[in-house]
Every structure is written in structure tokens, then in C-alpha cells.
């Protein structure tokens, strides 16, 4: 599988503002992700970044002007409206969309819009007073209605010296965004329960014991339910990820504190997809003070932890549950035994280990296995595709 935008046709239109700079990451990003990236820009947006600079990254000619010395030059705006997949204004101008509001058509990038028909997204940025003023505001309500996307610009301190809303969003956000619109949204409505990386159990205030669980692939489901229109929780044990847009994230330690959040959401949602490296164990005593090192050994007495999955299976009803199975030996035997005890639906296996497969790795190589006794085996792939294929999946059980 691969990136939602790979191959698709974007149009970035780059308007006169100083956070025209983020767009040539933007624009990186795009062309990273596998899109065919064409750039319009208007006159005062040559004032902050050359075109130069984007024919470079884009490597495709820059359309600056209607009337360019060029023989396609009149009706290039034409094709490359019927062409586009999507169109991405970054940054928006006050006076971009004031344009596109009331229909005017004066230049390369707002004559292109009126014949746009694929999906827009509009990312205005300016001065705070200039983004709160009464026709700022009703110029976007008129773009909303009238279909267009519209990523909030977020508050800080800005080029002019102001402080509130107008600087524009980061451009992997912008991208986040963007994916977010042109997926279809075949979870919409459905509440999903996605539980991600690992948990810490406390020997004393500086020692604990977890695992190496990244909490990448969780993060992935998370992301990929987001997309697709789910409602989405994620409980995550401590990561160096960042929250993904527009979920409700709720970080916990320890499997205690995970099993209280997990059986708090549990009983609304629709699909559960556990893929947290919950510890089995942890010490029977917690010291108050750091331990010090006075003895040549240290015994810790474990107990088991409470399993999270088991009793979610045993209580669930109409829902959709789906384990992971992290193995270093008989994944087969093992995830079928798992899948069978705590009443899954789905079982995600993986032998773990690999550098390119299972704890820290952005990629993964899983088996699938079914509640009716088939098997699915893939191919090393992404932890973002993983996620995707594994909706897939869900979707056909729904």
C-alpha cells in the first residue's frame, strides 16, 4: 500500500505573506509523499520566496502569471483545474480569500480557483486583527458553505508583532490535514478504542520495569481511524510521539492506570484494538527512596498484572476486539491461543527482534489471524499500512 497521495495531482497556491517560507516544506513534504506538485503564486508572494525555489523542489514549471511568455500559458489554468486531485492554498491571504469569497478573478492563482472542482483546502494566515475582522470572518463562512476546507490558523506571537491567531500551521500538520480530507470516511460514526506503547512499573522513584515498545502502531491505527471518519481514544503508555490530530489521548504509566482508562471508554465503543505492550508483571513492593547499591544482589518479587484484553473479551458484546501478539518463537501456536482464551475477533501477530519488524521500527511483518480459523500472511510493509489493511479487515467483519 501506499501513502494516500502518492501519485495524486496537488496544486499548491502560495499567496503574499511572510509564512510563505513554510510552504517550500510543505511542498517537500508533498513531493516526499509521492504527489505530482504543481505551484501557482501570485505576485506578492514572489516578494517573500522565488519561484525558483519551488520549480526546484516541485520540478515543474512555476505559474506566476496568466500572460507568461509561454505557448500553453492561456488555458494552462484550465488543464491543470481538470487535473488536480486536490488544491492547497498555504498561506491564504486575507486578500486570497476575499477573492474566492465574491467570485473575482484577477490573477494567475484566483482565475485558476474559478475553475477548480476537486477538493480545496484553504490555510489562512495574517494578522490577528486582520483574521478576526468582520470580513475575514465572513468571507471564510462563505467558503465553508460554499465547500471549502478550512485549517484554523494557530495562536503565537506573529511577524507583525501581535499575539493570537493567523500564523500558519505547521506544514506536517498542513499534510495531516490534507490526507485527512481525501480519505474516505467509511468509519464515520464508529467509536474506536486503540490502546498504544508501553507501560512502567515502578521498582522505586528511578527504576521501573517495561519493555521497548515505541508506540508506533498504535499511533498509526489511531491515525488511520482518524482519517477514515472514526471517533477515536487512544490510551498510551509513555512515548516520544506526538498526539495525532483530532483524537482524544489519554496517557497513562502503568498497566493499573491503563486498565482504569481502557475500562472507562470501553463500554462505547464499537472496535477495540489493544496493541499496547501492557507488562505481565510488576514488583509486589514499590520503594518510597531510590534504592542504593549496598548489596552485591537485588531479588524482586513479581506479581501479575491484571490482563486488560481477557476481561475486555469476556464482557464485550456486539464490538469488534483485535489483539497483538508480540512472539520470539511459535507465533502460530501461540497467537491462536491468545486469540481463542481472551475472545478476539482478530489477532495481529509478529516475531519480534528484527530490526525492520515488531518494537521500534516504522515498518512491520504481521500475520493475521481469524476468529472463524483462516489465516492472512503479509508482506513487510509500513506500520501506517498495517493499520490501513487492518480497517480493511475490521470493515469486512462489520
Known amino acids: 500500500m501506499k501513502s494516500i497521495i502518492d501519485n495524486k495531482n ?6 503574499g505573506g511572510i509564512a510563505a517560507y513554510k510552504s517550500v516544506e510543505l511542498l517537500r513534504l508533498f513531493v516526499k509523499e509521492g504527489a505530482n506538485v504543481r505551484v501557482i503564486m501570485t505576485k506578492y508572494a514572489q516578494a517573500f520566496v522565488g ?3 519551488f520549480e526546484a523542489l516541485s520540478g515543474q514549471s512555476v505559474c506566476t502569471d496568466l500572460f507568461e511568455k509561454s505557448d500553453d500559458a492561456s488555458i494552462r489554468h484550465i488543464d491543470w483545474a481538470e487535473q488536480a486531485d486536490a488544491v492547497v492554498i498555504a498561506p491564504a ?11 473575482i478573478a484577477d490573477d494567475a492563482l484566483s482565475t485558476f ?3 477548480v472542482t476537486c477538493p480545496v483546502v484553504l490555510c489562512p494566515s495574517m494578522n490577528t486583527h486582520m483574521f478576526e475582522s468582520n470580513a475575514v470572518q465572513r468571507n471564510l463562512e462563505i467558503l465553508r458553505s460554499d465547500g471549502y476546507f478550512i485549517i484554523d490558523p494557530e495562536s503565537g506571537s506573529l511577524a507583525c508583532g501581535t499575539t493570537g491567531p493567523g500564523r500558519l500551521p505547521e506544514p506536517c500538520d498542513i499534510l495531516d490535514r490534507t490526507v485527512f480530507y481525501l480519505v474516505p470516511k467509511d468509519l464515520k460514526d464508529k467509536k474506536v478504542l486503540v490502546t498504544a506503547g508501553p507501560t512502567r512499573e515502578p521498582i522505586d522513584p528511578v527504576r521501573f520495569v517495561s519493555n521497548p515498545s515505541s508506540g508506533k502502531m498504535g ?4 491515525r488511520a481511524a482518524e482519517y477514515r471518519g472514526g471517533k477515536v481514544t487512544l490510551i498510551t503508555g509513555p512515548t516520544n510521539l506526538l498526539d495525532p490530530n483530532n483524537v482524544t489521548v489519554i496517557r497513562v504509566d502503568t498497566a493499573k492506570e491503563m486498565a482504569l482508562a481502557v475500562f472507562e471508554n470501553v463500554e462505547n465503543a464499537d472496535i477495540i484494538i489493544k496493541t499496547a505492550a501492557v507488562s505481565d508483571y510488576r514488583p509486589k513492593e514499590h520503594a518510597e527512596q531510590k534504592l542504593k547499591k549496598d548489596k552485591d544482589e537485588l531479588v524482586l518479587s513479581l506479581e501479575r ?3 486488560i484484553l481477557k476481561e475486555i473479551g469476556r464482557n464485550k458484546n456486539e464490538q469488534i476486539l483485535v489483539g497483538f501478539a508480540a512472539e520470539t518463537e ?9 486469540l481463542a482464551e481472551k475472545n478476539l475477533d482478530i489477532i495481529v501477530g509478529n516475531i519480534v527482534g528484527h530490526p525492520d519488524s515488531g518494537f521500534g521500527a516504522d515498518t512491520n511483518t504481521v500475520t493475521l489471524f481469524y476468529k472463524d480459523g483462516t489465516k492472512e500472511n503479509l508482506p513487510k510493509m509500513s506500520k501506517d499500512d498495517v493499520a490501513n489493511l487492518l480497517l480493511n479487515r475490521i470493515l469486512k467483519i462489520l
Not at 496537488?10 to 499567496?15: E, H, P, Q, R, Y
Not at 491571504?93 to 467570485?103: D, E, F, P, R, V
Not at 499511533?219 to 489511531?222: G, I, M, R, T
Open 305 to 307: 498484572t491484571q490482563d
Open 93 to 103: 491571504t486575507a486578500n486570497i480569500i476575499g477573492k474566492l469569497a465574491n467570485g
Open 51 to 53: 519561484a525558483l525555489t
Open 330 to 338: 511459535h507465533l502460530e501456536r501461540h497467537a491462536e491461543q491468545k
Open 10 to 15: 496537488i496544486v499548491l497556491g502560495v499567496s
Open 219 to 222: 499511533f498509526a491505527v489511531a
Open 113 to 115: 480557483m474559478m475553475a
